[in-house]
Nanobody
Framework: VQLVESGGGLVQPGGSLRLSCAAS????????MNWYRQAPGKERELVAA????????NYADSVKGRFSISRDNAKNTVYLQMNSLKPEDTAVYYC???????WGQGTQVTVSS
């Protein structure tokens, strides 16, 4: 199992980023996927989750209405569209397959002017 995140970077408050997580080594369409984040000095927290077919999603209260999780099972990729970014969204963002507890290496998102 391999999960590779991309798309992080430095963005100004109010800006947008789209994170991608390319999955390999398993039947991607059979698994629910998650995005987590971890800010310095804080515990890792679940940001968004999506079911295997993409029919159901869930979000942390802190990102509802601003972030959107989606997936393309033909491309073995899960996305996190982040809009209206705030400085408190600054963190390392991780892709996760809950079943089996697999993690990517993370991608840094920094929201700062």
């Amino acid at each position: 199992v391999q999960l590779v995140e991309s798309g992080g970077g430095l963005v100004q408050p109010g800006g947008s980023l789209r994170l991608s997580c390319a999955a390999s080594g398993f039947t991607f369409s059979s698994y629910a996927m998650n995005w987590y984040r971890q800010a310095p000095g804080k515990e890792r927290e679940l940001v968004a989750a999506i079911t295997s077919a993409g029919g159901s999603t869930n979000y942390a209260d802190s990102v509802k209405g601003r972030f959107s999780i989606s997936r393309d099972n033909a491309k073995n990729t899960v996305y996190l569209q982040m809009n209206s970014l705030k400085p408190e969204d600054t963190a390392v963002y991780y892709c996760n397959r809950k079943r089996g507890n697999y993690w990517g290496q993370g991608t840094q998102v920094t929201v700062s002017s």
